[in-house]
């Protein structure tokens, strides 16, 4: 049954903490079912290919995969929620994610990896539904809360993100007793993962938040151009008057880029030193519990301590997880340690960065550069995972945690110059 339409005119102010709490507790549903889905395909596709390929360096292509398919949905999701509302654009990245899991299935039976790195492009649209999701906690928050609401809504991808690499051994063993392939049962676990998804936000996320936002504003203030849906075009002319926009676009590309080429990595790197699938599970999980599990802590931090501040430490933690991973050779619990490191890190680039270009820019180009924001993060986090399947098929594991060392020790040094530039007051937000 659904709720009546809200008329903006006559809606009374004290409604709209109630609205947003619903908005946040369904936004969080979604993660947590979603986040399933999502880490099953982090956790298994690049030793799929690897095992499929025969080749470590084309394995890296799964990571790749993924992480294109996010940055191309990223501005489809935007130019849906645009036009037609966050619902309209989170609908949209969940079915490509279901319809990307069904061609994996149909690929690891056929023993296809060109089919698979098809299918796992289309899943990349649960990772391009969750980073859209973030921003959709933000659309009500009042001001100096957008951090927090936004880190509660990336919280709750913790109880699914980290439950699922533990369940792609059990999902694997059901699976194959149906008859289908070995590995293809948790590919088939998350269709049914993004399903759901899809159902929640279609049947629960009303009245729709964005569009509630904008119905809010009174006819002088900022509201989208009529028949305007280049999103593209919007969002850089929006960055060309925001330079602390453009900050934080850069920030999270970086952030992005380091977590995701030697997370993507780092299951072939086990896989090769003798660790069977549980252990990679459970090393997953931990690196996925850090990127989550604090995420509230760096929300309320980013909104009280300022969002640059956060970022350098953010740039810290991703300094010290490459160290780590650069120099753990065979040890295990090294590996992990530098994971969690790296997931922390990226809570604080993401968390504290999305929160500074919401902040930055207008109601009516939000969609438009929080789309391109992820748009440029996906695609350089892909890039990332091309060269780190080079790096790790010709030098090394350790190699890669110094390449990615180095390129975090030099955004974090321009970064504490553009801090010390800015005046408290926006530091802060």
């Known amino acids: 049954m659904t709720s009546a339409p809200i008329q903006p005119a006559t809606l009374p102010s004290d409604r709209i903490p109630s609205i947003q709490r619903r908005t946040l507790a369904v936004l969080s549903a979604t993660q947590i079912v979603g986040g399933v889905g ?128 533990n369940l792609a051994e059990p999902a694997d063993e059901i699976g194959m007793r149906l008859g289908m392939a070995e590995k293809a049962g948790p590919f088939a676990f998350a269709a049914l ?89 459970l090393v997953i999980s931990l690196h996925i519990a850090g990127m989550y599990v604090l995420s509230p802590v760096v929300g309320w931090l980013a909104d009280r301590a300022g969002k640059l501040p956060v970022l350098v430490l953010g740039m810290a933690l991703l300094l010290c997880a490459a160290t780590l991973a650069g120099t753990a050779g065979h040890r295990v619990w090294q590996v992990t340690a530098a994971l969690v490191l790296l997931g922390l890190g990226w809570s604080c680039g993401l968390v504290s960065g999305s929160a500074l270009v919401t902040e930055s820019v207008p109601l009516s180009r939000r969609p438009a550069v929080q789309g391109l924001s992820d748009l440029l993060m996906n695609v350089c986090g892909a890039t990332g995972t091309i060269v780190a399947g080079a790096i790790v098929g010709v030098l090394g594991y350790g190699m890669l945690g110094l390449v990615v060392g180095v390129m975090v020790a030099l955004a974090g040094f321009w970064l504490v110059t553009v801090w010390r530039r800015t005046p408290a007051v926006s530091s802060a937000g």
Request: net charge positive; hydrophobic share 50%.
């Open 193 to 281: 993962a993004f399903a759901l998804a899809l159902v929640i936000i279609l049947g629960l996320l009303r009245p729709d938040p964005l569009k509630l936002a904008r119905g809010l504003l009174d006819d002088t203030q900022d509201k989208p151009a009529p028949g305007r849906n280049r999103t593209i075009r919007t969002a850089w002319e929006a960055l060309r008057t925001t330079p602390m926009a453009r900050t934080a676009l850069i920030m999270i590309a970086i952030s992005h880029t380091a977590m995701v080429s030697v997370m993507s990595m780092t299951p072939v790197k086990l896989h090769h030193d003798g660790s069977n699938l549980d252990v990679i599970g």
């Open 38 to 165: 999502v880490a099953v395909g982090l956790a298994l596709s690049s030793v799929v290919v690897d095992e499929l390929s025969g080749s470590t360096v084309i394995s890296g292509f799964a990571g790749t995969a993924t992480v294109a398919g996010a940055a191309l949905l990223a501005l489809p999701t935007a130019r849906a929620s645009g036009s037609g509302g966050r619902r309209a654009g989170l609908s949209l990245a969940y079915l490509a994610a279901l319809a990307g899991c069904a061609i994996s299935v149909a690929a690891i039976s056929l023993g296809s990896w060109p089919l698979l790195l098809v299918g796992l492009v289309l899943v990349g649209g649960g990772s391009a539904g969750s980073l859209a999701a973030r921003y959709s906690a933000t659309d009500l928050s009042p001001k100096g809360r957008s951090a927090r609401h936004l880190s509660l809504v990336v919280w709750a991808s913790t109880i699914g993100s980290v439950a699922g690499p």
